[in-house]
């Protein structure tokens, strides 16, 4: 069956998280006179978000201890004082001040328009409900998508086949007419694939990826060879 609708996930697929994050952290560094080494912190804070956002997917810890816990873990690597008051209103004041930056990748405008001519689009995103509206409208893509469907709101998340069934239906689409675009091989490509929905890797980082049941782009305009 032709493809009518598409899924996207948004953070790392068309929203820059890492350069948004980054510029979050300048910024509430400078406001609390935090003399940490910004580069130092992120280089271990990254990995560590990562990990966190994994026991986060895998229903292993809660949304608070997620943001507690990668600024703590962070700041002890880096042997940086700072007291538990401080990492709570950096938690809080992070999560308002993310939105609020808005690059995107490199040809998002030009891939969203280019797809919205032929097709519905949509988006899955296992971020918080509360910021990933903030996030497209403050990056001006509210417009090109029908849906926006929150793991939050489905209460599981993404790899779980319940998001993608709950995408599907508040879409009015059906997994045969239907795509799913995102970065986490295991969350967005895996995800799609255990329902039987095709899929599309973006792969911005060029990692060596083996398995053969998915395309993998390197840039959003190669969306354009396959739909």
């Known amino acids: 069956m032709k493809i009518k ?5 948004l953070d790392h ?3 820059d998280f890492e350069k948004n994050s980054d510029l979050t952290f300048q910024m509430l560094f400078e406001k609390h006179s935090i003399s940490a080494n910004l580069s130092d912190f992120l280089i271990v804070y990254k990995p560590l978000n990562r990990e966190f956002w994994k026991l986060y997917r895998d229903e292993k810890i809660s949304k608070e201890d997620l943001r507690y816990q990668r600024l703590k873990q962070a700041f002890d690597a880096i042997y940086y004082p700072i007291s538990d008051e401080l990492i709570h209103i950096l938690a809080i004041e992070y999560i308002e001040y993310l939105p609020e930056f808005s690059h995107l990748f490199d040809h998002t405008f030009e891939i969203l328009s280019y797809l919205k001519e032929k097709y519905e689009l949509h988006i899955i995103t296992n971020g918080f409900e509360e910021i990933q509206v903030k996030k497209m409208e403050s990056s001006k893509i509210s417009h090109f998508f ?3 469907i929150t793991s939050e709101s489905v209460q599981v998340k993404k790899p779980h086949p319940k998001v993608f069934y709950h995408a599907l239906e508040v879409a009015n689409a059906t997994i045969e007419n239907s795509i799913m675009i995102g970065d986490s091989v295991e969350a967005d490509i895996e995800g799609a694939l255990n329902i039987g929905m095709q899929a599309i890797h973006c792969n911005f980082e060029n990692e060596i990826i083996e398995s053969t049941k998915f395309r993998s782009i390197t840039s959003l305009l ?3 060879r396959y739909l």
């Open 5 to 9: 609708h598409i899924f996207f996930d």
């Open 13 to 15: 697929t068309l929203w």
């Open 222 to 224: 190669e969306i354009k």
């Open 146 to 148: 029908s849906r926006v």
